[in-house]
């Protein structure tokens, strides 16, 4: 007999810096008990999130009188009573019932649902506030689904995971979920990363015609929010696209490789105001709508997000919490005690009336929460919030930032980059070398500087993911060239990663020595056992260690064959700053530049660090000594998997971001950077443009 689900389970507590807070989930809860609980202008003191630090210009003790404010929006030739969209998850990545309580809500609340990828559940079918989704795989996808609903979304992105495709892992490819996807039971379900077929503006213009004329639908574009944002927008409106809706990062997901979740992609209300500007700029604003998703916590971000641009907000975890999730974040492993996500085992399921009747409340609590704050800023309807940049200003943001918003600050303040200190993440690595795979999570990004706190300048950069203008490569079906030469082309390591052993205990120097040999890297050790001395570079006889700062041109050995800047407060503007020197000679091609870390977040930071211009990475074994927690049992097989892991991951980041062969794509290539708030002086100096600018 199935285990029922109808109350909330009690939330666990917290060891590390999470986005959804107790408070937060507290908040929910409290909106899904009773809709008038409400919490309004909340104030996330402390955080570095960029909408965080925006605020409304409003004085709290004054309650304007006599304003009769209406939430009412349209979507889809549909009545909102409120702009809300929820979410885009798909059967499979939830477990049945929840997806039928998301339709059914959106239903009762005259609100808009999204169904995600993947075959339609009958009783989703069934309902007509949602929008169908036509992903690269086309998993269970039919004319019949397509003609459902409201209207057809067509993804191309989405924020968790910019520029790779779905990943539903097998264990949770259960016979129903099979069935209804049309694929088989128990194999992971990996969707391309590209649309095969959309390779191109052009590409995607005849897909959105083609589907129009099938069903009869408006047709939406989903897209993650990444450095050409405002581009790709102006393209979809042009496309004939109904609208867009924009995942930024953090947005949550059933299963991503944790080094693109955290690496990738620009905050929502940076897209978000990037895109309303350009659409506006270029004539393209009118009957085309944008919605936002990716941490919407509550009702005072959607607000923000509203008067940035956005026409209608994306719920999607916080709908999950209001029916019982407690964040625990194992969802691509088929455990989820609040029965939310699908199971292995389908024995627990959650009640459907339980479901519905909080996502109900937590919707018209939402709503009123909207009304209350117009009420307050005196404004009387959505067509007066949406756009309207004069309620807001900034405080701890940018002159960049605030350029981008188009928001007004009292005095623009520059952070300084480093808020905290650096902990490794010994699970990250430990996951690592015990599979030799890319490490997979759940839910959205707790990455700095908008969650974790940001300790180097590297923390508040992300990389940039393809879409359509630059198409994804897929790494699990096409060839990614990792692939390095240095000193000229003497020297080729099979990806941009040396391993320094210098000072190791003998066992770890052995196995990583060992590991470096098997993958076609190379290790760093001054007095190397003779078995490795063939695969090994040394700081004496191929490059010239020199200090790492260079203030003048004469501190540089040009008789050396490349330069190795150790890590520091300011090795990322040192090694901006030498590649830049080198290429204004005209002898960059001379020279390589190789960074040498103690410490990273993930594979994520040796990519950032190779667009800013380093030639490959050193890495201190210090970083595999860490995820071994004092356990020395098979270290070979675990230096093995240490280096495949990373190889493997750097290839999932380079396809996201459209590079088929890194070297010769990204070193150097600081376009493909986008700073988040970062302090003007050192964004300048490191040449990296802030998110969401044109």
């Not at 402390?46 to 709290?60: Q, Y």
């Not at 085309?288 to 975890?317: E, N, R, W």
Request: a neutral charge.
């Amino acid at each position: 007999m199935n285990k029922i689900v109808n109350k909330y389970i009690g939330l666990p507590r917290k060891d590390v810096r999470d986005f959804w807070t107790i408070e937060k989930i507290n908040h929910i809860r409290r909106l899904s008990y009773s809709p008038d609980d409400i919490g309004i202008f909340v104030k996330n003191t402390g955080s570095l999130r960029i909408l965080d630090r925006i605020n409304f210009k409003i004085n709290r003790h004054i309650t304007v009188p006599g304003i009769d404010t209406s939430t009412e929006s349209s979507l889809a030739g549909f009545k909102l009573s409120v702009p809300v969209y929820l979410g885009d998850m798909s059967y499979g990545a939830l477990s049945g019932n929840p997806n039928i309580a998301i339709a059914k809500t959106a239903e009762i609340t005259r609100t808009m649902a999204g169904t995600g990828e993947g075959g339609l559940y009958k009783s989703v079918a069934d309902t007509k506030r949602i929008f169908v989704q036509w992903a690269s795989a086309r998993f269970g996808v039919s004319a019949n689904e397509l003609k459902s609903g409201a209207g057809i979304v067509i993804k191309i992105g989405q924020g968790a995971k910019p520029g790779i495709g779905g990943h539903l892992p097998g264990n949770k490819v259960t016979h129903d979920i099979s069935v209804a996807r049309k694929i088989p039971e128990g194999i992971d379900a990996i969707s391309p990363a590209p649309h095969h077929d959309i390779y191109s503006i052009e590409d995607l213009a005849q897909r959105i015609e083609a589907l129009k004329i099938l069903s009869g639908k408006p047709v939406y574009v989903k897209v993650a929010a990444t450095n050409y944002i405002p581009y790709i927008v102006t393209g979809i409106a042009r496309s004939g696209a109904a609208g867009v809706i924009i995942d930024g990062h953090g947005a949550g997901t059933g299963a991503a490789p944790v080094t693109v979740r955290d690496s990738l992609g620009i905050p929502i209300e940076m897209a978000v105001a990037s895109s309303h500007n350009i659409l506006v700029n270029e004539g393209l604003r009118k009957n085309f709508s944008i919605i936002a998703a990716g941490q919407v916590a509550d009702s005072t971000d959607a607000m923000k997000l509203y008067a940035l641009g956005a026409d209608v907000v994306s719920l999607g975890t916080s709908a999950l919490i209001a029916m019982g999730c407690v964040m625990v974040r194992k969802c691509n492993l088929g455990y989820c005690p609040a029965a939310l996500t699908n199971k292995a085992d389908n024995r627990t399921l959650i009640d459907l009336d339980f479901g519905i009747q909080n996502t109900v409340n937590f919707v018209n609590g939402f709503k009123t929460e909207i009304a209350k704050m117009m009420s307050r800023l005196g404004i009387k309807n959505m067509k007066e919030l949406v756009g309207n940049r004069d309620i807001l200003y900034g405080e701890g943001l940018s002159e960049n930032t605030l350029k981008v918003l188009e928001i007004n600050s009292a005095l623009p303040q520059d952070l300084s980059f480093k808020q905290g200190s650096f902990y490794p993440d010994k699970k990250y690595i430990n996951e690592l070398m015990i599979k030799g795979e890319p490490v997979i999570s759940s839910m959205g990004s707790n990455a700095p500087p908008d969650v974790e706190l940001p300790s180097r300048i590297i923390d508040w950069l992300r990389l940039d993911g393809a879409q359509v203008t630059r198409p994804s490569i897929d790494p699990y079906r096409e060839d990614i060239n990792l692939n390095f030469y240095l000193c000229g082309g003497s020297i080729n390591i099979s990806m941009p990663v040396f391993i320094k052993v210098s000072g190791a205990d003998v066992e770890i120097k052995n196995a990583l020595s060992w590991a470096a040999m098997f993958t076609g890297t190379m290790i760093v050790d001054d007095q190397l056992q003779k078995e490795f001395k063939s695969i090994s570079i040394t700081g004496s006889n191929v490059y010239r260690y020199k200090k790492h700062r260079y203030s003048t041109v004469n501190e540089h050995d040009y008789s050396a064959d490349g330069f190795v800047i150790r890590q520091d407060d300011n090795m990322e503007i040192s090694i901006a700053e030498l590649d830049h020197e080198l290429k204004g000679r005209g002898m960059r091609e001379n020279y390589d530049i190789i960074g040498e870390i103690d410490h990273f977040r993930n594979t994520g930071d040796i990519v950032k660090y190779l667009a800013l211009g380093c030639d490959s990475l050193i890495i201190s074994y210090k970083i595999f000594e860490a995820g071994l927690n004092n356990s020395y049992s098979n270290l070979r097989e675990k230096a093995v998997n240490f280096l495949l892991g990373m190889k493997k991951e750097i290839s999932l980041i380079s396809g996201a971001m459209g590079i088929a062969n890194l070297q010769y794509s990204i070193v150097g290539n600081t376009e493909l950077l986008r700073a988040i708030n970062l302090d003007n002086t050192i964004a300048k100096k490191i040449n990296v443009a802030e998110a969401g600018s044109t």
